[in-house]
C-alpha cells in the first residue's frame, strides 16, 4: 500500500488517513490532490479536523503557503459544506494563524473562487494500485535486513490491492501566477482539533510509500513520523532509513558500497516532500522524480531506489481501479459498491 492506513492513530479515524497526494499540472494551473479514507470512500471528511495543502517555495521544507480545507457536518444527502483559506508567510506555519475564505460551497460540487481556484472535493476511485504479495515481502526484506523472497510469486496472478475500492478526495488547483516560479515542495497534513483549544497531526503524505517501507504500520514510529515535521526529517529519520537500506542492499548483494548507497537513498528521499517544478510534466520515475501524477508507476519506482534493483510487480498501466478523467476535478469518478 502507499500510506494507506499506515499507523495506528490513521487508523483510529480513517477519514484523516491521507492515502496518496499528487502534484502535477491542470487545466488552468498546478493540481494539488489529497486521498484520505483509502478503501472506503464513504464517511466523507471529519467535520472536526483540518485538511491541509502545505507548500515550500524556498527550499527550506517549511511551509510558506498552507492551504486549509475545511468541512462541515454532512447534511441528510450526505454532502458537506467545504471551505478554503490560503495562509501565507508566518500564518502558513502558525496553527493558529488565519484567513478569509477564499472558496466555499458543498463537497461534490465545482468550486471557484475569485482568484480563479478551483476546489472540488468527494467520493472517487482511488488511482492508486499495487501488488499485495509484493509490497508485503519488501517490506519484511528491509525490515530484517535480508533479500526479498518472490520465488512463489507468478507475475502472471498479479492483481491490485485496491481494485474496486474508492477515497475521499480533496483537489485544488491553483493559477500558476499565484505560485513562485521555479520549484516548489508540497505534502499534505491532516489535523483534528484537541480538547485543550490546539491541533494534533494526524497524518503526513508526500512521497509515496515512505513510511509504509520503513516504519512497521503498527508501531509508535510509525505514529511519530506522521506527526513530525519534513524541515526535521534527515536529523530525525534519516539514521533509521540511511541504516535500513544499507542492510538490506548489502544482503542482495546490489552495491559495493552499502553504507554510501545508504546515504544517497536518505538524501534522495528526505526531506520527505514532493518537489515540483511549476509549469511542467510532472513524472515520479526512475531517473527523477518532478511532482507525481494520477497514473504513475510509483510502487517500482520506489523499490528500485531503496533496494537498487528492479522489483516488477506483475501490473498493467489499467490495473488501477480507474482512468482518470481528462480534466477537473481529474480523479475517476467513485466505483459502485455492491
Not at 462541515?72 to 478554503?84: F, K, R, S, Y
Not at 520549484?183 to 497534513?189: K, Q
Not at 537500506?245 to 537513498?265: E, L
Amino acid at each position: 500500500m502507499s500510506h494507506h492506513l499506515d499507523s495506528p492513530l490513521a487508523r483510529q479515524d480513517p477519514r484523516l488517513d491521507i492515502s496518496d497526494v499528487y502534484v502535477f499540472p491542470g487545466d488552468t494551473g498546478t493540481v494539488f490532490v489529497m486521498n484520505t479514507n483509502p478503501l472506503s470512500g464513504t464517511g466523507g471528511f471529519h467535520p472536526e479536523g483540518r485538511y491541509e495543502f502545505k507548500i515550500d517555495t524556498d527550499g527550506d521544507a517549511a511551509p510558506d503557503i498552507t492551504l486549509r480545507v475545511t468541512f462541515g457536518p454532512p447534511d441528510a444527502e450526505g454532502c458537506q459544506p467545504v471551505e478554503l483559506r490560503s495562509l501565507r508567510g508566518a500564518a502558513a506555519r502558525d496553527p493558529h494563524g488565519n484567513a478569509p475564505i477564499s472558496v466555499s460551497g458543498r463537497t461534490g460540487e465545482e468550486l471557484k473562487g475569485p482568484d480563479g481556484t478551483r476546489l472540488w472535493s468527494g467520493a472517487a476511485a482511488d488511482p492508486f494500485f499495487i501488488e499485495g504479495t509484493v509490497v508485503t515481502e519488501v517490506v519484511r526484506a528491509i525490515a530484517e535486513g535480508t533479500p526479498p523472497d518472490l520465488s512463489e510469486f507468478d507475475p502472471a496472478t498479479a492483481t491490485n490491492l485496491f481494485a474496486g475500492t474508492n477515497v475521499c478526495s480533496i483537489v485544488v488547483e491553483m493559477p500558476n501566477d499565484s505560485l513562485p516560479g521555479g520549484t516548489i515542495g508540497f505534502w499534505g497534513v491532516t489535523a483534528l482539533a484537541t480538547d485543550t483549544g490546539g491541533w494534533r497531526q494526524i497524518n503526513r503524505c508526500a512521497k509515496p510509500l515512505l513510511n509504509t517501507l520503513f516504519n512497521p504500520a503498527d508501531s509508535e514510529r510509525a505514529d511519530d513520523y506522521n506527526a513530525g515535521q519534513p524541515s526535521d526529517d534527515l536529523e530525525v529519520n534519516g539514521p533509521l532509513i540511511a541504516e535500513r537500506v544499507a542492510r538490506v542492499v548489502r544482503a542482495m548483494g546490489t552495491t559495493a558500497d552499502p553504507g554510501a548507497y545508504g546515504r544517497q537513498v536518505r538524501d534522495a528521499l528526505l526531506p520527505d516532500v514532493l518537489r515540483y517544478d511549476v509549469g511542467t510534466p510532472a513524472n515520479f520515475g526512475f531517473a527523477g522524480q518532478n511532482g507525481r501524477g494520477l497514473t504513475e508507476w510509483v510502487p517500482e519506482v520506489m523499490f528500485a531506489i531503496v533496494l537498487n534493483a528492479a522489483v516488477p510487480l506483475g501490473l498493467r498501466g489499467n490495473s488501477a481501479a480507474a482512468g482518470p478523467r481528462p480534466h477537473f476535478p481529474y480523479l475517476a469518478p467513485p466505483i459502485p459498491l455492491t
